[in-house]
């Protein structure tokens, strides 16, 4: 694989999709797991806004994460290649982030915050992909570039700053910034305060006319 870092000031760092798919796909899923782990224990907010992962001066990351036994965050640190559970005790675990099948990270992931006394279900089931491959039994997916993946996370510093400043300026209501763990999006929405369409299998909400879905899964 051939990828370019610019670590000048406003560069953007070139990496191709098809010069680590398999890497991606990978740290997708990867990020779903984390994801879900957040999930189970997050309070539903408007427009599924307790879900997503953040970008931070060292990978993606939750923000603190409410549970039974006290807080708690989770962290893909891509400079030290490792995934921290940090408890609000102070006690850290931490699962390391090399060429390994999702099935090994699945397990070893569930069973580090479980050493630290938070224990954590989650559906371990990848949502917005193709096969959906139950996380415990995805062999396939066991790829990671590290060079990659520091790539991937300076282009999201990047598009991380431009969307914080596009959202700068807007006085009605806009989302923070967010990774989208389901399809590896960063996004960043401003309402204007119409009415949305309907979704089929939805309810209309009663403040601000947008539409969500009534169930929840994990």
């Known amino acids: 694989m051939t990828v370019q870092d610019q670590t000048g000031k406003g560069s953007w760092p070139q990496l191709r999709v098809e010069d680590w798919q398999g890497t991606r796909d990978t740290v997708q899923l990867w990020t779903q797991i984390v994801?879900?782990?957040r999930m189970a224990h997050a309070p539903m907010l408007n427009h599924w806004w307790q879900v997503p992962l953040y970008v931070t001066p060292r990978g993606l990351a939750?923000?603190?994460i409410p549970h039974p036994s006290g807080p708690f965050d989770m962290e893909f640190d891509f400079f030290?290649?490792?995934?921290?559970?940090?408890?609000g005790n102070g006690s850290v675990a931490s699962v390391g982030l090399d060429a390994k099948s999702t099935s090994e990270f699945y397990a070893e992931t569930m069973a580090a915050p479980a050493g630290l006394g938070l224990e954590t279900t989650i559906r371990a089931v990848p949502?917005?992909?193709?096969?959906?491959?139950p996380f415990a039994e995805d062999s396939v997916h066991n790829s990671y570039?590290?060079?990659a993946v520091q790539l991937f996370w300076r282009q999201r510093v990047q598009a991380d700053?431009?969307?914080d400043t596009f959202r700068s300026s807007f006085r009605g209501k806009v989302r923070p910034v967010h990774h989208y763990w389901g399809t590896m999006d960063l996004a960043c929405t401003r309402?204007?305060?119409?009415?949305?369409?309907?979704?089929?299998?939805?309810?209309?909400?009663?403040?601000?006319?947008s539409w969500r879905r009534a169930t929840r899964t994990n």
């Not at 030290?80 to 408890?87: G, M, W």
């Not at 917005?128 to 491959?133: F, K, N």
């Not at 309402?191 to 979704?199: K, V």
């Open 145 to 147: 570039d590290a060079a």
């Open 35 to 37: 994801g879900k782990v």
């Open 80 to 87: 030290d290649h490792r995934l921290a559970i940090r408890s």
């Open 191 to 209: 309402f204007s305060g119409r009415a949305a369409p309907r979704h089929a299998g939805a309810h209309q909400t009663s403040r601000n006319g």
């Open 161 to 163: 700053r431009i969307l």
């Open 127 to 133: 949502v917005e992909v193709d096969p959906a491959i």
């Open 62 to 64: 939750t923000h603190s």
